[in-house]
Structures are given as structure tokens and as C-alpha cells.
């Protein structure tokens, strides 16, 4: 199994700033692509950013160059930090990982989910 562990949510005002985190653990051999989704109350989760192991992001429309995503490679962790919140930037926030994990003779795909994390920015 691979887990997922998010933190660095909570409350802040518009204009703040906030930096999540997340840590991956388990069986891992190998993460390719890690990446973070929001989900709104009454909305479908969406595509925050996105890395590759090898750096490559991708953003949302709504997050481009106020948002920047990190990985550390060699403790499994991804990073979002988001500047100049805005209230519509309330949700609550997932880290996803996809990659191989450790078996008996063999490696094996995942794509594993963290428990999620909030994040409310007041206006």
C-alpha cells in the first residue's frame, strides 16, 4: 500500500498565502506523477497543478502564476504553494500520486489519494 498524507491547510484572508504538503509512504518503487486537486462543496473535484519526476508542471487557468507546485524526490513529497488566495480558492484540497510499488518478485501500478485537506480563504 501506498499512503498519502496531506497538511498545511486552513483559514487565511484574501491575498494570503498558504504552502500544503504532502508525503508519500509505503511500498514505493518508483512515483511518476504527482499532483493536487480541490473540490468545492456542490462542485466536481478539479486538476489544481500537476509535476512528472522529471519537473514538468502543469496548472490550472485559474492558478497560473499564483500557484507553484514542487516536488522532493527523494522524500516523496509534493508541495502547492498558493499565493494571493482568493475566496474562490476555497476547498478542500487532495494530493494524488501515481507511480510502481514494491511487490513480492514484481512491482505493481498505484494511484493512491490523500485524505484531503481545507483550505478557506475569507474575503
Known amino acids: 500500500q501506498v499512503q498519502l498524507v496531506e497538511s498545511g491547510g486552513g483559514l487565511v484572508q484574501r491575498g494570503g498565502s498558504l504552502r500544503l504538503s504532502c508525503a508519500a509512504s509505503?511500498?514505493?518503487?518508483?512515483?511518476?506523477?504527482m499532483a493536487w486537486y480541490r473540490q468545492a462543496p456542490g462542485k466536481q473535484r478539479e486538476l489544481v497543478a500537476g509535476?512528472?519526476?522529471?519537473?514538468?508542471?502543469d496548472y490550472a487557468e485559474s492558478v497560473k502564476g499564483r500557484f507553484t507546485i514542487s516536488r522532493d524526490n527523494a522524500k516523496n513529497t509534493v508541495y502547492l504553494q498558493m499565493n494571493s488566495l482568493k475566496p474562490e480558492d476555497t476547498a478542500v484540497y487532495y494530493c494524488?500520486?501515481?507511480?510502481?510499488?514494491?511487490?513480492?518478485?514484481?512491482?505493481?501500478?498505484?494511484?493512491?489519494w490523500g485524505q484531503g485537506t481545507q483550505v478557506t480563504v475569507a474575503s
Open positions: 494524488n500520486a501515481a507511480g510502481l510499488r514494491t511487490g513480492i518478485a514484481k512491482t505493481t501500478p498505484f494511484d493512491s
Open positions: 509535476i512528472t519526476s522529471g519537473g514538468n508542471t
Open positions: 509505503g511500498n514505493i518503487f518508483r512515483i511518476n506523477a
